[in-house]
């Protein structure tokens, strides 16, 4: 290991931490992509080093898990507002949120209980003819369900559909663009900041992944799993 190579790197990112860490969560949390945190940091720091932040807190916020749901599912934090009744008298009523997101649906119902071990998922297939519309299936199972609880698989992981790919190359490229070309600039733009380092991820299925989805199914470019925690519901989507 050459030794002052391995400090010099880990001193920069340290300065690139403290300097726009916590602008590059912020800027996360309202739904900029990789591209358009690193043009609105004041400190210039580089695409891979902004990358690495938001992918730890995508991680973290549990936008994006490694694993395959139920194995590690989020848990809104627990919060407690103040309310007052007519007499004047206050109390305390704890809530549980969803990681903050700039989109609708983030709140878990107050009431839901998450499972217990064993976890007995009730498997369904998609059927246009009898389930509708796609994106109108899954708005509807992340309100019953909750938002921060629902999430679909990705395989992008062989794809290399980030054009700064570390390996330097770009495999399956006529695939990749299969799969880009039915979706609009935000959405491809925000598939490529994301480092997708193993061959399935799942995604938090916000609005924007429930769009993305719903073309790259209409396209028939994509196959793949939507969970729903809370109500124990697996929807498998055929390619």
Not at 187 to 200: A, H, K, M, S
Request: aromatic content about 10%.
């Amino acid at each position: 290991m050459d030794k002052p190579n391995y400090f010099q790197s880990a001193l920069s990112s340290f300065v690139t931490e403290a300097a726009c860490g916590g602008a590059v969560r912020h800027l996360a949390d309202l739904g900029y992509t990789l591209d358009q945190i690193v043009a609105r940091l004041d400190y210039p720091a580089p695409r891979t080093k902004v990358q690495r932040i938001m992918m730890e807190y995508l991680y973290e916020s549990h936008v994006l898990l490694r694993e395959e749901p139920p194995k590690s599912w989020p848990v809104g934090k627990a919060q407690y507002i103040q309310e007052q009744d007519a007499y004047g008298r206050r109390t305390m009523r704890k809530i549980r949120n969803d990681y903050i997101s700039q989109f609708e649906m983030t709140d878990v119902p107050e009431m839901t209980v998450l499972p217990q071990k064993p976890f007995l998922w009730k498997e369904l297939v998609y059927d246009r003819g009898r389930d509708g519309k796609l994106t109108e299936l899954l708005h509807r199972k992340c309100k019953e369900n909750g938002e921060s609880l629902s999430y679909i698989s990705c395989p992008f992981g062989e794809l290399d559909i980030d054009p700064d790919s570390r390996n330097g190359e770009r495999r399956n490229t006529k695939t990749v663009e299969e799969v880009m070309s039915c979706l609009n600039g935000r959405q491809r733009e925000y598939l490529q900041g994301i480092r997708w380092d193993q061959p399935v991820l799942y995604h938090r299925l916000d609005q924007r992944m429930r769009e993305i989805a719903g073309k790259l199914y209409e396209a028939k470019v994509y196959g793949g799993v939507c969970y729903f925690i809370a109500i124990q519901e697996k929807i498998t989507l055929l390619p």
